[in-house]
């Protein structure tokens, strides 16, 4: 994903008319203008859609993925170009439906906003639970690398990778690790649940600080994460019930408190 405001050390220096161009005509796969009449008056959204613009009407496959707020008109955009309504979708939502359309795992499932409140609270006839499981931690690692980036610069340096079937997070302070997380799918508590495990290294500890499975919330008519937490958060013992993204927010949050009381 590209973000601007993500990308601000980055973009230090570089012509933008030129680096945004790059972006929207020839790097993404796709693009999603949020359209609007802020969107349509504003110089810069008008440049990035025109480079996206430019390779869309060359692509077989769709290309721009409208979001509408209102009946704003665009240059280039066709009244019969199906979209989203932003109006009715929450943000979740909104997010939910591109990851949809990028991983195609979940396509088939209508986002809750298009059922009725009864019928939300059933879990779709082609709920995958492994497949929502694998989309729950790209969620929760993408959440987790944007909120941890804001330590760079701060006097922390931060690692991801990926090993052996393992996301690992470590945050370091003059070279040491002061905070580590490894997050897993499957092993001795069963193929479909995800494991957590915290601490300054993690290298090769098989703790295990947290185990979550994904399930269909009847309440929330989406699939979330039921975390059973041992220490990983806040409360020993509680059951947590989010997303992978809201599950980031909470991982981050503790590590902000662990950080305040001294890591």
């Not at 059933?122 to 499981?133: I, K, Q």
């Not at 804001?150 to 002061?178: C, K, P, W, Y």
Request: aromatic share 10%.
């Amino acid at each position: 994903m590209f973000f601007d405001e993500f990308e601000a050390v980055a973009l230090w220096g570089h012509d933008l008319a030129v680096r945004f161009d790059t972006v929207y005509r020839s790097s993404a796969r796709f693009v999603v203008p949020f359209v609007s009449a802020a969107y349509a008056s504003k110089a810069w959204p008008q440049h990035e859609f025109r480079s996206a613009l430019a390779t869309a009407v060359q692509s077989v496959e769709p290309y721009i993925l409208p979001v509408r707020f209102d009946q704003t008109e665009l240059p280039g955009l066709r009244p019969t170009i199906h979209y989203l309504d932003g109006v009715k979708l929450t943000p979740d939502e909104v997010a939910r439906a591109i990851l949809q359309r990028l991983t195609g795992e979940t396509a088939s499932a209508p986002l809750p906003s298009e059922v009725s409140p009864r019928l939300r609270a059933l879990p779709p006839s082609d709920f995958n639970p492994y497949a929502e499981t694998e989309v729950a931690v790209r969620l929760l690692r993408s959440g987790l690398e944007r909120r941890t980036a804001e330590l760079e610069g701060r006097g922390f340096g931060v690692h991801t990778q990926d090993r052996n079937g393992r996301f690992m997070l470590r945050i370091m302070r003059s070279g040491a690790s002061v905070y580590g997380l490894d997050v897993w799918i499957g092993g001795d508590w069963g193929d479909n649940t995800i494991c957590f495990s915290i601490g300054a290294s993690r290298m090769s500890s098989n703790g295990v600080n947290a185990t979550g499975t994904v399930e269909w919330d009847r309440e929330r008519g989406l699939p979330l994460i039921v975390l059973h937490n041992m220490s990983l958060l806040p409360n020993l013992g509680d059951t947590y019930r989010l997303t992978g993204d809201e599950l980031a927010e909470a991982i981050w949050n503790e590590i902000c408190n662990r950080f305040e009381r001294g890591f």
